[in-house]
């Protein structure tokens, strides 16, 4: 075979392995998504796998276990650097090795600290050849989210918006239901199944008493650890998002020193109170919120507003990517609160900008998406599909 068939065929491989790392979308966090396939040694597909879900077996034994005896001689590619360490299941490269196969073709190294290239060592030492990077731009990109929370050791942040054309989220009196159509609406929730948690200001809580869950057509959306931010304890006991879902309570943030009698009323509805020094404005500091949602495994944040939570994450740069859908009506009232509502601009050189920008129709809205911080795929090249 020539090296341009040769290539065209990894190439071929390896995008069925991302088809089948994209299986696992929304239900693999804190992991990444992960696929898999074994090519047996007379160059036919013999074991495919990816990962379901945290917890469950990882692509490339799925894929072993699928490929049996015929692994042996075989090679395996693999959207991630097989793990070298004992997490929830064993690790993988040493059971990689053992299974007979002679090449490892990859599309990216594990950025997890307890990873980073020891997977590769691994089957390194054991004879297997392994060649890393092809398609990696993608693999990343499927995974924007665990590479941001690993390096940064933050979740990473999507600010999500509804507006008319005018730029304003609700009218004066804090109608907002229904800017947008049902389309854009039915894909929100399709969004929300695939993050891990969601985040609103107070403001949002008292004008539209949102449940803030996930309800994807069709089917059952996974419980999302939901936030509200509220300095002064100012969310009522009523509240439809108060109520845990499925066991997972609601995360009301508050700035240290808050009324512990109105802490006691809103723990007694089934929310968790979390106190927190203040930051700028004497607000919830988002930096120490942050990084308490990292302790508990939290890599893709969504926050939908209102203008302010969406102003202070822009101010304090903790803003990764925007996802902004803009319906065809005019609010038109200078009072009307608009999608961001921060401090004074004096010059539109101070203005975030948005990057690798993309527009689609939603129904009858648009949605434009872009990113504030230089996207972690961005440094990968992209290589063309065959
Ligand atoms: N169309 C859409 O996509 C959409 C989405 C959401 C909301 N909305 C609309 O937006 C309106 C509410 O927006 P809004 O801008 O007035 O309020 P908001 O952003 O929902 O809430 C702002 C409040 O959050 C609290 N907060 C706590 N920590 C904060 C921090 N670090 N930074 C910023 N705020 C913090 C503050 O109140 P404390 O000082 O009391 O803590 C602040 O006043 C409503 O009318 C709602 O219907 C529209």
């Given at each position: 075979m020539n090296t341009a068939d040769r290539n065209r065929r990894n190439r071929k491989w390896m995008q069925?392995?991302?088809?089948?790392?994209?299986?696992?979308?929304g239900r693999t966090s804190p992991?990444?998504?992960?696929g898999a396939i074994i090519v047996d040694a007379e160059g036919e597909p013999a074991g495919r796998g990816w990962h379901e879900r945290a917890g469950a077996p990882h692509a490339e034994v799925m894929a072993l276990r699928e490929a049996g005896e015929r692994a042996r001689?075989?090679?395996?590619?693999?959207?991630?650097?097989?793990c070298a360490h004992q997490g929830r299941t064993p690790p993988c490269a040493p059971a990689v090795a053992e299974a007979g196969i002679s090449r490892v073709v990859a599309a990216v190294e594990d950025p997890d600290p307890r990873v980073a290239g020891n997977g590769f060592e691994i089957l390194k030492a054991a004879g297997v050849s392994v060649e890393v990077g092809l398609l990696a731009h993608r693999a990343v990109r499927m995974n924007e989210a665990f590479f941001v929370s690993i390096r940064e050791s933050r979740p990473f942040v999507t600010l999500k918006m509804a507006m008319s054309l005018d730029g304003r989220i609700a009218t004066r009196g804090g109608q907002s239901r229904w800017i947008t159509g049902e389309a854009s609406r039915a894909w929100a929730h399709e969004f929300r199944d695939r993050v891990d948690a969601i985040l609103v200001g107070v403001?949002?809580?008292?004008?539209d008493d949102p449940l803030l869950t996930a309800r994807p057509e069709g089917r059952e959306g996974k419980p999302l650890i939901r936030i509200v931010l509220d300095s002064r304890l100012r969310t009522p006991k009523g509240a439809r998002t108060l109520p845990p879902d499925r066991g997972v309570a609601t995360i009301i943030a508050a700035v240290e020193g808050s009324d512990p009698e109105k802490a006691r009323e809103l723990t007694d509805a089934g929310a968790e109170v979390v106190m927190l020094g203040p930051g700028p404005n004497g607000r919830v500091a988002l930096g120490a919120l942050l990084n308490l949602l990292a302790g508990r495994e939290v890599r893709h944040l969504l926050v939908e507003g209102g203008g302010r939570v969406h102003a202070a994450f822009l101010d304090e740069g903790l803003a990764d990517r925007v996802m902004a859908f803009i319906a065809p009506m005019i609010i038109g009232d200078s009072q009307a609160p608009g999608a961001v509502s921060g401090g004074e601009l004096h010059s539109l050189e101070e203005a975030p900008k948005v990057s690798h920008v993309t527009h689609e129709l939603i129904g009858g809205d648009i949605l434009i998406q872009g990113y504030l911080n230089h996207p972690v795929w961005a440094d990968f090249e992209e290589s063309p599909d065959v």
């Open positions: 069925e392995a991302l088809s089948l790392a994209a299986l696992g979308a992991n990444p998504m992960v001689g075989g090679t395996l590619y693999l959207t991630l650097e097989p403001e949002t809580v008292l004008k």
